[in-house]
């Protein structure tokens, strides 16, 4: 693979007049111009292997075939763009197809509320209708856990940094320990519990307890099924609400739909958003059981909730999930994907590394600071686009699109043996 750096122009235009913010165009230093799959091509002529599939958004690849027909037909004939929350035929197909082929299926008895595009957007719709159903204002949330920029979903993300950019105090949230974030053999529900039944504790009753299956920015951190289902029954015994945040890890990332369905758990909120069309296309969804649904009309309200294209998007992406092909598939490619790291992680140990995750949200947590990231910026010389997560970008993540073939696979894997060999 030739080393790509030295043919790229520079991004002078971004360094001038894009803010200081901008954070990945930083990690991935080309001027992108076309993409396909599980590909994409700068100005320069030169291809990657997409392992970041747009942080979760791209599950079904770049310019999915079989969407951008749908959308391209939609465009040609003049079909509504935006609606606020009117009612269009491309939201009557999305709701429909919703019901049809992903909840009823799964025995899932959810309203369907559209909070505003993205997955903060969720987030804060979720939190706003846990506190008004229960009449309480603490939110429960885990270490790591990660859930949006704005001020309610800021206010349960664990990342320090992220968190210092609110400039003002962030309330009426607590966290408490994740599955495992004690270390082996401490089960945290039971602490969590004894917080919760203790009228001395000094932890107020929350309205409800919010979590991802799979901490994706957080560092690829697996919750077990039985500390979820533990974290249900917590739940249920206190009277708390359980929202699952599956804005990363579900829409197949992990394999099932829904990232909690082989749990065993039934969530009283969920929120998703960046994969729901998988096109990129921004589109969020709250879904809510129905006794929840205790919103006035116009309650909760936003310009974008009717992205007609978005609907579109996500009602062929759903025809992906009339059967269980794609669920085995990301099964399948996830088992080979953890076998090839669990051998690097043996093959290299001055990475002090962990293979972890589920699905094709996998990843190797890297023992030696600031290693992930220099890995992956050799890995990006040679063609391969991966990000790094957790509070110290520890954790090398490996999420490429669920349609990836064996090959590419297989290419992007080799890419990240030769960055870690060159990182010797
Ligand atoms: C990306 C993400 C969000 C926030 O979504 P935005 O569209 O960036 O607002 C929330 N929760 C999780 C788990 C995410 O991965």
């Known amino acids: 693979m030739k080393a790509i750096a030295e043919v790229q122009k520079p991004l002078h235009v971004f360094e001038q007049l894009e803010s200081e913010v901008r954070s990945y165009c930083r990690s991935f230093p080309a001027v992108f111009t076309k993409a396909s799959g599980y590909r994409l091509w700068d100005r320069a002529g030169n291809e990657y292997i997409d392992f970041f599939a747009g942080a979760g958004a791209l599950n079904y690849g770049h310019n999915n075939p079989r969407i951008k027909k749908k959308l391209l037909e939609y465009l040609q004939n003049d079909g509504i763009a935006h609606s606020l929350d009117m009612a269009t035929e491309a939201k009557e197909n999305l709701l429909q197809t919703l019901h049809d082929v992903i909840l009823k299926p799964r025995g899932l008895n959810y309203k369907v509320m559209f909070p505003g595009p993205t997955g903060t957007n969720a987030v804060e719709s979720a939190l706003k209708l846990a506190r008004k159903v229960t009449g309480r204002e603490t939110i429960v949330s885990f270490t790591n856990g990660f859930h949006g920029m704005t001020i309610g979903s800021l206010a349960i993300t664990g990342n320090r940094m992220k968190r210092n950019g609110a400039g003002l105090p962030l309330t009426n949230a607590i966290a408490m320990p994740f599955d495992n974030y004690m270390g082996d053999g401490v089960d945290t529900?039971?602490?969590?519990?004894?917080?919760?039944?203790?009228?001395?504790?000094?932890?107020?009753?929350?309205?409800?307890?919010?979590?991802?299956?799979?901490?994706?920015?957080?560092?690829?951190?697996?919750?077990?099924?039985?500390?979820?289902?533990?974290?249900?029954?917590?739940?249920?015994?206190?009277?708390?609400?359980?929202?699952?945040?599956?804005?990363?890890?579900?829409?197949?990332?992990?394999?099932?739909?829904?990232?909690?369905?082989?749990?065993?758990?039934?969530?009283?909120?969920?929120?998703?958003?960046?994969?729901?069309?998988?096109?990129?296309?921004?589109?969020?969804?709250?879904?809510?059981?129905?006794?929840?649904?205790?919103?006035?009309?116009?309650?909760?309200?936003?310009?974008?909730?009717?992205?007609?294209?978005?609907?579109?998007?996500?009602?062929e992406a759903f025809s992906y999930w009339k059967d269980d092909q794609l669920a085995k598939d990301v099964k399948a490619k996830g088992e080979v994907v953890h076998a090839f790291l669990q051998q690097l992680v043996s093959s290299y140990p001055y990475l002090k590394g962990e293979a972890r995750g589920r699905g094709l949200m996998q990843g190797i947590s890297v023992g030696v600071d600031g290693l992930a990231d220099k890995i992956c910026s050799e890995a990006f010389k040679r063609g391969l686009i991966m990000e790094t997560s957790g509070a110290k970008s520890e954790v090398m993540k490996v999420m490429p699109p669920l349609t990836i073939d064996a090959e590419g696979l297989q290419k992007g894997l080799s890419i990240l043996e030769e960055s870690i060999k060159a990182c010797q």
């Open 189 to 315: 529900t039971e602490y969590i519990d004894r917080l919760l039944e203790d009228d001395g504790s000094g932890v107020s009753l929350p309205a409800a307890m919010i979590l991802e299956t799979v901490q994706g920015e957080g560092g690829i951190n697996v919750a077990g099924f039985p500390w979820l289902k533990k974290i249900e029954a917590l739940c249920r015994k206190h009277d708390i609400l359980l929202i699952v945040d599956d804005i990363q890890v579900g829409c197949g990332r992990t394999g099932p739909f829904f990232s909690f369905e082989p749990a065993g758990i039934q969530p009283d909120i969920v929120c998703l958003s960046k994969s729901i069309g998988g096109y990129g296309l921004p589109l969020a969804l709250t879904l809510f059981k129905p006794e929840l649904d205790i919103w006035g009309p116009g309650e909760h309200n936003g310009t974008f909730r009717g992205n007609n294209l978005g609907f579109v998007a996500a009602s």
